[in-house]
């Protein structure tokens, strides 16, 4: 059974920090595109960030860069997203996603609020 169990959000006033972690299970992570989705209400999801299976490479949205930094632990089956300098507009509900040749799995969301 295919599982990808988010964890981390939080309320974090702006200029805050929050890691999230993405704990998978029920395929072979090492083999798959791993993400972060966002969705702000009223919003379409959009990609955040992306970490290849070797983790040589990464991809971040303009949004992001610089602040957000995606990284991945084969050995642990976990996808991680350091969040540094939150601002308000950085909250939504964050999903993690893996990818592998057309195939794709969600997680249920993690809840993160930036806020005064």
């Known amino acids: 059974q295919v599982q990808l169990v988010e964890s981390g959000g939080g309320l974090v006033q702006p200029g805050g920090s929050l890691r999230l972690s993405c704990a998978a299970s029920?395929?072979?992570?090492?083999?798959?595109?791993m993400n972060w989705y966002r969705q702000a209400p009223g919003k379409e999801r959009e990609l955040v960030a992306t970490?290849?299976?070797?983790?040589?490479?990464?991809n971040y949205a303009d949004s992001v860069k610089g602040r957000f930094t995606i990284s991945r632990d084969n050995a642990k089956n976990t996808v991680y997203l350091q969040m540094n300098n939150l601002k308000p507009g950085d909250t939504a509900v964050y999903y993690c996603?893996?990818?592998?040749?057309?195939?794709?799995?969600w997680g249920q969301g993690t809840q993160v609020t930036v806020s005064s």
């Open positions: 996603n893996a990818m592998r040749l057309g195939r794709g799995y």
């Open positions: 970490v290849l299976s070797t983790a040589a490479i990464t």
């Open positions: 029920g395929f072979t992570f090492s083999s798959y595109v």
